[in-house]
């Protein structure tokens, strides 16, 4: 909607049909954005080749999960030229592989350098009002980030370029899990106190392990670390706080996940910080503890018992290396 509002052709894909023929003909799409109308210049198909041949750019906003899938079989009907974009949060299941790296394998050598990744806190209930609205492309090639950021930017939705992919990539998918957590914490009514101890320690949890992994520590203070953050960790329309909340009322994973319908990037994002964490040897004790709450039925409550009652430690160890 924001590439159809800055004047540019769009064509959408839907892998259902129905999907795909409601949003092109009534511009409503009732089920993930329900009271909403479309820009009636936004076309979508159900056919990969009617989205991709002869277009510019293409934007992959498909859940993690999926990624590898759609973009193999997208690949056939995408040119040399085409700039690359994607928007999901997540790792790859299995492989704990970036979005990038996922595309980069899938797309071949001609689109590596050019990856370019969307994040930063953009929720597409409120992009979809045209609320003030700012995110991050990061791409390693200086030209397809300013490509991107041309393509998007405008009154509403504003634009910043980053040259470190690794550490907008971590930072989108990590903030998942953290905002599972706060969703848990905030059930519990621990307090304000509590969900601010929450962001800043997983801040802290992030950087540690988007640093091991080769990120700039400073991109997690900026949009797609500290802003997506915070927004995932205090908004209402954030699926992965939610989850985490129905969680504390004491819903079993499974039927969380089927009543919301709603791809929680976070819980497969927690499996892959309990992986890296121990790939990269660093220490993510939040990630732990909601890992054993999601998939070892700990009680929460028990896991912030343990979180607090870790070891004496320093604040900056790992930024400032002690004194
Ligand atoms: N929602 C948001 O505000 C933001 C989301 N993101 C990221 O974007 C990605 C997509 O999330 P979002 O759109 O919100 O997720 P939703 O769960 O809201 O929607 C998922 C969409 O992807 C489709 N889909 C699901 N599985 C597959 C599959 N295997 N193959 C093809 N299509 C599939 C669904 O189709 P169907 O209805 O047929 O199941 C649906 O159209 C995630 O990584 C998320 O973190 C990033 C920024 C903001
Ligand atoms: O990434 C998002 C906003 O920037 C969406 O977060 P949720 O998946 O938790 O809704």
Redesign the pocket.
């Known amino acids: 909607a924001v590439l159809a509002d800055n004047g540019h052709e769009v064509t959408l894909w839907a892998r259902r049909d129905e999907q795909a023929k409601e949003i092109d003909q009534a511009h409503t799409n009732r089920k993930y954005l329900p009271d909403v109308t479309l820009p009636v210049t936004m076309r979508a198909t159900s056919s990969l080749a009617e989205a991709l041949v002869d277009k510019e750019a293409v934007l992959f906003a498909v859940p993690s999960h999926s990624m590898r899938e759609i973009a193999r079989e997208a690949r056939q009907w995408m040119t040399k030229d085409m700039l690359v974009i994607h928007a999901a ?1 997540g790792f790859e299941i299995d492989t704990w592989k970036r979005m990038s790296e996922v595309l980069a394998e899938e797309l071949g050598t001609e689109h590596k350098e050019g990856i370019t990744v969307l994040s ?4 597409a209930e409120e992009v979809i009002r045209r609320c003030p609205t700012t995110v991050v492309v990061a791409s390693q090639a200086e030209q397809a980030a300013e490509r991107a950021q041309m393509l998007f930017m405008n009154s509403y939705f504003r634009v910043y370029t980053n040259p470190d992919v690794i550490g907008v990539e971590v930072g989108g998918a990590l903030k ?1 899990i953290i ?1 599972l957590a706060a969703g848990l914490v905030d059930g519990l009514e621990f307090g304000d106190n509590a969900r601010a101890a929450l962001i800043t320690r997983g801040l802290a949890e992030i950087a540690r392990l988007g640093k091991a992994m080769g990120a700039e520590p400073i991109t997690f203070v900026g949009l797609a670390g500290v802003g ?1 953050l915070v ?2 960790c205090t908004s209402r ?5 939610r989850a985490g909340h129905m969680i504390s009322q004491g819903k079993k994973l499974d039927e969380v996940l089927r009543s919301m319908g709603m791809v ?2 976070g819980v497969r994002t927690t499996k892959a910080a309990y992986m890296l964490k121990d790939r990269y040897r660093v220490e993510m004790p939040i990630a732990e503890q909601l890992y054993a709450v999601l998939f070892a039925e700990k009680e929460p409550a028990q896991a912030v018992k343990e979180l607090m009652g870790r070891g004496r430690t320093q604040e900056l160890e790992e930024i400032v290396g002690g004194w």
């Open positions: 949060k930063g806190p953009s929720h998942n905002a997506d927004v995932t329309h954030s699926r992965n706080w929680v990037e």
